[in-house]
Nanobody, 129 residues
């Protein structure tokens, strides 16, 4: 059973919007803070948004702040990322990621790569200008 499965990616024009979804296979989802990472060709994976266990605390990388919105529905074991005002620089594979520990939120480094170990297979977002 795949622990995390993303969907919702696609090809859009600059200025467009997408909504990414991630479904977790178990209720353990509710015990972990979550994040969205992305990786574009030739670059390392970067954390773009993080969210606490309860969904009350969120974090955004400067590159997406004001344009992306992360949210979760613990009753449905779902994680979301709303992408607005998309730019060509947002073109990447987007990954839903679960923290390594059942901690509410990594306040000191919300999307530190080393703190997230369970990854989905990714969903591709392509933005054309």
């Amino acid at each position: 059973q795949v622990p995390l499965v993303e969907s919702g990616g696609g090809s859009v024009q600059a200025g467009g919007s997408l909504r990414l979804s991630c479904v977790a296979s178990t209720d353990a989802f509710r015990k972990y803070c979550m994040a969205w990472f992305r990786q574009s060709q030739g670059n390392q994976r970067e954390g773009v948004a993080g969210i606490s266990v309860a969904g009350s605390v969120v974090y955004y990388a400067d590159s997406v702040k004001g344009r992306f919105t992360i949210s979760r529905d613990n009753a449905k074991n779902m994680l979301y990322l709303e992408l607005n005002s998309l730019q060509s620089e947002d073109t990447a594979m987007y990954y839903c990621v679960r923290a390594t520990s059942s901690i509410a939120f990594y306040y000191d480094a919300p999307v530190a790569r080393s703190r997230f170990a369970t990854w989905g297979q990714g969903t591709q977002v392509t933005v054309s200008s």
